[in-house]
């Protein structure tokens, strides 16, 4: 089983920063992609950045230049650095990953993951 945790969240003023992590724990055969997601009161969820394995990005319009993914595959963790945040950046932000694990006959499963999700909250 795999498991992600996530940290990192919390309220920050308008112009501020902060820094996500998610860490993935089990039975890791490949971390094939790790992503950040979130979700906005009545919205539906949107992807806010993703990264695999290689280290290639990509991001959603409205981060880019502000926010950057990055990953230490040795820990199996994604962090998602904001910066100049806004008051529309305000969601509960959900860990994704697509992860491939060993089955007990030994074959490959990969299946995606979600983390519990963590609030940020942007506000004076």
């Known amino acids: 089983q795999v498991q992600l945790v996530e940290s990192g969240g919390g309220l920050v003023q308008p112009g501020g920063s902060l820094r996500l992590s998610c860490a993935a724990s089990?039975?890791?055969?490949?971390?094939?992609?790790m992503a950040w997601y979130r979700q906005a009161p009545g919205k539906e969820r949107e992807l806010v950045a993703g990264?695999?394995?290689?280290?290639?990005?990509d991001y959603a319009d409205s981060v880019k230049g502000r926010f950057t993914i990055s990953r230490d595959n040795a820990k199996n963790t994604v962090y998602l650095q904001m910066n100049s945040l806004k008051p529309e950046d305000t969601a509960v932000y959900y860990c994704?990953?697509?992860?491939?694990?060993?089955?007990?006959?030994?074959?490959?499963?990969?299946?995606?993951?979600w983390g519990q999700g963590t609030q940020v909250t942007v506000s004076s």
């Open positions: 994704n990953a697509l992860i491939t694990t060993r089955q007990a006959m030994g074959e490959m499963i990969t299946t995606t993951y």
């Open positions: 089990g039975s890791i055969f490949s971390n094939n992609r």
């Open positions: 990264i695999i394995n290689s280290g290639s990005t």
